[in-house]
């Protein structure tokens, strides 16, 4: 390392640190902590292109809807930069990579040095080549300025077409129909959630939204959006026609990896690491939403762009950065949502199919509860799950995944209402020693 | 001041003091008259929770035909609790930062800063977070900040929740710390 930064100071840079992050939110933020665990003095900074502190991407939605404001959408304390003694350097893009010589130039030119570099640049929305996607009304969702100007569209009284059934697409349609938009989800699937949740949950979900006022049309896709300049309505698969004022493409995210492509790392879908969470060039790792990394079920490399994963993975190259040997595990993909006070998780892989061979499924609903639950199990260990209405077992599930836990013996316990931790502690099911003592 | 709070499983008879020694400490009046006026704010954030007696009592399940059976078949009790992870995976969750560990390694929740997202919930491998529904939060051990002892700690009469507390629980920290180098 030290070779490295002689060289970097003859080189005439701007700055230069031990560690330099692009990317300000999850993953980013995920690896200073990783690094400060090991490291309490090194050189950190931080870029990003977008203003704001750390705030959550989580939370646009709940800013549309007024539930968090420009404070309380920020999921690190002010003071957080100074606490970590971390370098911010916030509005500024990133436009290359130059790995040979360890450094990064920015939009306005600066040159920064580093020993170490996270790619932490997440994902953008995709908008679909459709005639009439740049008219005004048309938004996506991902950043807090996006949030900012679809609030100030969201008028109580105006109508809203949704394009996606995702978890970007039903948050940001609860939100609108909290601001008294009238909200149509539009999915191109049979049912809603269709990366996480099974057909059954995803019924159990529809109607919930039904019943408080949203409007869902599955199998259906918008052609083309109408109007002079601004949006009036869109003309769906099915030949009708919506009369709306904002349409909002909601239908899923690619992985912002133009930056590391054009450095000649390796990218295929997304930046790919290894279990380090390193990329093909040793000092540069990537995290997050940009990064293809080991899936824990499969073992192969896979983008689970969800915030739990994002931290996690940051986190672990954070501390590999700083010199430790930690491994990733891998990622499974998980889901929280509550709608109208209904909650769902879904963890794991919950929709085995025909083709797959192999897997057992046990399920149970109480409809009158709106009560759902159903587990997939691999030779005897869990592999997915999903719980509506009852959640608080959800975290055990995973637990169970993650330790690879045989829950043959118990099977039945598990789709329980009353299922707890209790129960994997009194059936002996896994050897839990911490913080326990034997009297 | 730091402190661990550890269970012996075997001492554990399924008193309950535990539970309700928690709910009036963090109940609004943290008064015992008052406790069940209060209830509906007052949750514990530590549960008794019971094993089956014997996993064949287990009702069978037939998922959509007939009504389940939901009779308890009551066992041993166990008291679920959070544990402070090293590595919370409930704060590697927590997408609003509401749930932080602090310095003196205590995992701490802030209800201004929680939306009820439940990603927490979805993450913690023990269950130890609760709902709460009226609110639309969560819950969580606090370990008491505003006392030496915790709460349930005081209460538990078999010695079954113990507290380790300050300048003993460093020792005991280094002590981990060297064996696994
Ligand atoms: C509305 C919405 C709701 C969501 N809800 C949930 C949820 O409930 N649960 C869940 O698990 N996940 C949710 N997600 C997904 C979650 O937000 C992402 O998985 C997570 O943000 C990924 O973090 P990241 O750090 O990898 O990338 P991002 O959050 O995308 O951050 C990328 C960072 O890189 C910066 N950047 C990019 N390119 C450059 C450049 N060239 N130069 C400088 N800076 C750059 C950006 O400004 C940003 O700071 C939601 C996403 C959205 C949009
Ligand atoms: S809530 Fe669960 S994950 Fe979080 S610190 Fe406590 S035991 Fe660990
Ligand atoms: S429910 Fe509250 S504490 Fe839990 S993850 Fe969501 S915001 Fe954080």
């Known amino acids: 390392m030290r070779a490295s930064q002689r060289g970097l100071v003859e080189m005439n840079l701007d700055a230069q640190y031990k560690y330099v992050i692009i990317g300000n939110s999850a993953a980013g933020i995920g690896c200073v902590e990783g690094i400060r665990k090991v490291d309490k003095e090194g050189s950190i900074a931080i ?32 003071d957080y930069y100074a606490k970590k003694k971390v370098t911010p350097i916030l509005g500024r893009k990133v436009v290359k990579i130059f790995p040979n010589d360890n450094h990064v130039v920015l939009d306005d030119g600066a040159r920064i040095g580093y020993s170490s570099l996270m790619i932490a640049t997440g994902a953008s929305p995709v908008i679909y080549d459709i005639p009439g996607n740049n008219k005004q009304g048309v938004f996506v969702l991902r950043t807090y300025e996006d949030a900012r100007r679809i609030s100030e569209a ?147 490399r896979y983008i689970h762009a969800i915030w739990p994963n994002a931290v996690e993975q940051g986190c672990i190259a954070g501390k590999n950065m700083a010199g430790c040997d930690v491994e990733y595990a891998g990622g499974i993909a998980m889901n929280s949502v509550d709608l109208f006070g209904l909650a769902s998780i879904a963890i794991g892989f919950t929709r085995p199919r025909g083709k797959d061979h192999g897997y057992e499924i046990i399920g149970r609903s109480i409809p009158e509860k709106k009560f759902y639950r159903k587990i997939v199990l691999k030779d005897g260990v869990i592999v997915g799950a999903i719980c509506i209405g009852e959640v608080e077992a959800a975290g055990v599930f995973a637990g169970l995944i993650k330790r690879r836990a045989n829950v043959s013996k118990i099977k039945d316990i598990l789709l329980r209402e009353d299922f707890d931790y209790a129960k994997v502690l009194g059936e002996g099911l896994i050897e839990d020693t911490s913080d326990f003592a034997t009297a | 001041m730091k402190k661990k709070i550890i269970v012996k499983l075997d001492k554990c008879i399924g008193c ?15 008064s015992g008259e008052r406790i069940t006026a209060d209830t509906k704010k007052a949750l514990s954030r530590i549960s008794i929770r019971t094993g089956l007696a014997n996993p064949t009592d287990a009702p069978e399940m037939r998922p959509k035909k007939g009504k389940p059976k939901t009779e308890i078949v009551t066992g041993k009790a166990y008291p679920i609790r959070c544990r402070h992870c090293d590595d919370p995976k409930c704060v590697e969750a927590c997408m609003s930062g509401a749930l932080i560990k602090n310095e003196e390694g205590t995992v701490i929740h802030d209800p201004d800063k929680c939306v009820g997202c439940w990603m927490c919930i979805m993450a913690c491998p023990y269950g130890a977070i609760k709902r709460d529904l009226d609110n639309k939060i969560i819950v969580k051990c606090d370990l008491c900040p505003q006392r030496d002892t915790p709460a349930c700690v005081e209460a538990c009469k078999t010695g079954a929740i113990v507290c380790i507390l300050g300048e003993r629980l460093e020792r005991e920290n280094e002590s981990i710390a060297e064996g696994s180098g």
């Open chain 2, 16 to 30: 309950r003091s535990c539970e309700i020694a928690c709910a009036r400490e963090h109940s609004p009046s943290r």
């Open chain 1, 154 to 300: 969201a008028v109580p009284g105006k109508r809203a077409v949704v394009m996606g059934g995702g978890l970007v697409g039903l948050k940001a349609a609860d939100a609108l129909h909290a601001k008294g938009v009238e909200v149509w989800v539009i999915v191109t699937s049979p049912q809603i959630m269709s990366q996480t949740m099974d057909r059954e949950g995803a019924e159990i979900l529809r109607k919930q939204l039904e019943e408080n006022g949203i409007k869902v049309m599955t199998e259906t896709n918008v052609e083309e959006i109408i109007g002079n300049k601004k949006v009036e309505a869109v003309r769906l698969s099915t030949g009708q026609t919506l009369t709306c004022d904002i349409v909002i493409f909601a239908k899923g995210v690619r992985p912002n990896i133009g930056l590391a492509k054009d450095a000649g790392i390796e990218t295929d879908y997304g930046i790919l690491v290894d279990t380090h969470m390193k990329t093909n060039i040793p000092n540069i790792y990537a995290a997050g939403d940009v990064a293809e990394a080991k899936d824990f079920i499969t073992g192969e």
């Open chain 1, 47 to 78: 870029i990003s292109d977008e203003k704001m502190h750390t705030y959550s991407r989580c939370l646009t939605s709940y800013y549309i809807a007024g539930v968090v404001d420009d404070e309380k959408i920020l999921f690190r304390p002010k």
